[in-house]
């Protein structure tokens, strides 16, 4: 098999694409799939390939291929050496989920234990904060089943080229993710059918034996000789052969339990807002004013990705978790604290399309002691909640930078849904991060029109773009010092997004599995 990248057609035509490959290789008969397909908008619309072609040519006739290598995929057999019979795993996000999958598959009993409730409670749940402002502070867009990744726009971008990435899109696939996922340069979900997704994959974990404990809170862990003995969760003692943790970004109390167990440090981290542009302004701006293909067909929300640095201070700013034809969120999780987040359905066909603007801080910024981040946080979030009283303070951009509270909505409405209120969102940070923000948005508007229009809007506060800790651990993720404990997913610090965190939960079971 051979790999052929960068063939370029002006429409997404599988016919042409068989013709350009056949081209190519010289063949009229072979089977191909697409491996990846993107967007090139800089000359032109154009789509852009990635092909598997089954054809196992000479070392001479493959030289002769433009653009072509061989390929093959490696090998996903996982080793068994003297596995414990159970594990205990808090948590059930995507790291979580998965670590609990792949053991299951392979004969081990998993007891997953989740602080949230299970996915059909849980919307119950966010449906009435959305309505009333009653917040559940066990159960909420951050905490419950599959996890704050749940509630986003179920992107699954990752950088990393590690193998696993292709088993956790398959086993996305598998249990009922859309095609597109598998060949999508940026592929999502969406929030609406990421759902059923998690669920699908709960019933086989069960059906192999697996259980779990939804709205189970873990209260703490008790270590002896360089081993945990056993955790406490709803009071009660849980013994097993090992135990992961995969408490997600947000589980400051747990984060507070941990610093006294377990070695970790601060790490650098992003903090801002979301800001919004009507989807229309993205897609003419990325796609050079055009709406369509070659052939008439509609063009996906447009997406962007946009940076700044400022060579003087130092700090860096830039977009992330971008929503094409989303919504923000109100994504609290602690009482008389407000936070942000963004989220898009798998149509993406919202009036406005959004994306976290935000600047990486360290602890020049934030404090020295463990922990100091997160009590940075906390201190925002409660700024923000007093501000707008419980609601999401939003504000028209040209305010923002005129320190002036917005008092009327220009041409971009907010996408928030849940009650909001126009504010002043100055000085919910400290200046210098409000001034990199200002100077962030008129760079960025340089390189992509109508990012700093005046009406752009602001909600705040986005503070939870990853955690603001590391667990400190080895290379088979278990926590330092310890035999029997495995740090992993976006709350231990080493991974960020539904992709990274899955394969840093199949990385943990398969030390698991081949336990020395």
């Known amino acids: 098999m051979i790999i052929i990248r960068n063939i370029n057609l002006e429409s997404d035509n599988p016919e042409k694409l068989r013709q350009k490959i056949s081209k190519l290789i010289n063949k009229k008969k072979f089977d191909y799939e697409i491996y990846r397909k993107s967007i090139d908008s800089r000359k032109g619309i154009k789509f852009s390939y990635q092909v598997l072609v089954d054809i196992n040519p000479s070392d001479k006739e493959l030289k002769k291929i433009k653009n072509a290598d061989r390929f093959e995929f490696r090998n996903s057999e996982i080793e068994i050496n003297n596995p414990p019979e159970e594990v205990a795993i808090i948590g059930s996000g995507p790291s979580g989920l998965f670590t609990a999958y792949v053991l299951s598959q392979n004969g081990v009993k998993v007891k997953v234990y989740e602080r949230g409730e299970a996915i059909e409670d849980r919307i119950k749940t966010i449906d009435d904060f959305k309505n009333s402002g009653k917040l559940n502070t066990e159960s909420n867009i951050q905490f419950g089943e599959g996890g704050a990744g749940t509630y986003s726009d179920g992107k699954l971008t990752a950088r990393s080229k590690d193998p696993r990435v292709r088993m956790v899109l398959d086993t996305f696939h598998k249990y009922g993710a859309p095609d597109d996922i598998m060949i999508d340069a940026k592929p999502h979900i969406g929030t609406d059918l990421l759902r059923d997704v998690i669920i699908n994959m709960r019933e086989e974990i069960k059906a192999n034996g697996g259980e779990f404990y939804f709205s189970h809170h873990l209260d703490d862990i008790e270590i002896k000789d360089d081993n945990v003995v056993n955790i406490i969760v709803n009071e009660e003692n849980i013994k097993s052969g090992a135990y992961v943790l995969a408490i997600g970004h947000s589980a400051r109390d747990t984060f507070e339990m941990l610093s006294e167990k377990i070695p970790m440090e601060n790490k650098n981290f992003a903090v801002g807002f979301r800001i919004e542009h009507k989807r229309e302004t993205i897609n003419e701006a990325q796609y050079n004013g055009k709406n369509t293909d070659i052939e008439g067909n509609i063009l996906p929300a447009a997406s962007y990705n946009l940076s700044y640095n400022n060579k003087e201070n130092g700090l860096s700013s830039y977009t992330f978790c971008m929503c094409p034809g989303g919504y923000v969120v109100n994504a609290s999780s602690e009482e008389n604290m407000t936070c942000v987040n963004g989220m898009s359905y798998h149509d993406r066909n919202g009036e406005n399309s ?76 400290p200046a210098i991060i409000d001034e990199m923000i200002i100077e962030a948005i008129e760079y960025m508007g340089n390189k992509l029109d109508g990012f700093s229009d005046d009406d752009s ?35 231990s610090g ?23």
Do not use: C, W
């Open 457 to 491: 809007i602001l909600s705040g506060v986005e503070t939870r773009s990853s955690s603001p800790i590391k667990m400190l651990r080895d290379k088979e993720n278990k926590s330092l010092g310890l035999s029997n404990l495995y740090t992993i997913g976006e709350g």
């Open 354 to 429: 959004n994306a976290a603007l935000i600047v990486t801080i360290g602890e020049e910024i934030y404090g020295k002691k463990l922990l100091d981040g997160m009590r940075f946080q906390r201190e925002v979030e409660n700024k923000a909640y007093e501000l707008a009283e419980g609601k999401v303070p939003v504000q028209r951009f040209i305010d923002f930078k005129n320190n002036k509270k917005t008092k009327e909505i220009g041409n971009i409405k907010p996408s928030v849904e849940s009650a909001y209120e126009l504010a002043n969102l100055r000085n919910l940070y």
């Open 494 to 516: 080493h991974s960020g997004g539904i992709v990274s965190s899955a394969v840093d939960g199949i990385k943990a079971a398969e030390a698991i599995l081949n336990r020395k």
